[in-house]
């Protein structure tokens, strides 16, 4: 088992960043790939980002040029930086772990393991 939890989340105005985090405990971090999803009320929960233990990204169309995702693997965290924030970004996001090595996937179900999520609001 493999234990996520999110913080960093908060109220924004547009324009403004926030970066979230994503502290894992449990099982060995490294070999897993990372990823964020979202989900705004009454919507799908939607990826958002990932990345794999060696550093290979895959990112939704619409956040690529605005968000960054990046990880620590010696603190077993990886991070989130979202700039030039729209209030169509506001969700809640989640923080997944994908235990199959060396890949790096936006389905939803190819992540065994999920964090509670953090709030963002972005307001305009």
């Known amino acids: 088992q493999v234990q996520l939890v999110e913080s960093g989340g908060g109220l924004v105005q547009a324009g403004g960043s926030l970066r979230l985090s994503c502290a894992a405990s449990?099982?060995?971090?490294?070999?897993?790939?990372m990823g964020w999803f979202r989900q705004a009320p009454g919507k799908e929960r939607e990826f958002v980002a990932a990345?794999?233990?060696?550093?290979?990204?895959l990112f939704a169309d619409s956040v690529k040029g605005r968000f960054t995702i990046s990880r620590y693997n010696i603190k077993n965290t990886v991070y989130l930086q979202m700039n030039s924030l729209k209030p169509e970004d506001t969700a809640v996001y989640y923080c997944?772990?994908?235990?199959?090595?060396?890949?790096?996937?936006?389905?939803?179900?190819?992540?065994?393991?999920w964090g509670q999520g953090t709030q963002v609001t972005v307001s305009s």
């Open positions: 990345i794999s233990w060696s550093g290979s990204t």
């Open positions: 449990g099982r060995t971090f490294s070999p897993y790939t």
């Open positions: 997944a772990a994908d235990q199959t090595p060396l890949r790096v996937v936006a389905a939803r179900g190819s992540y065994d393991f």
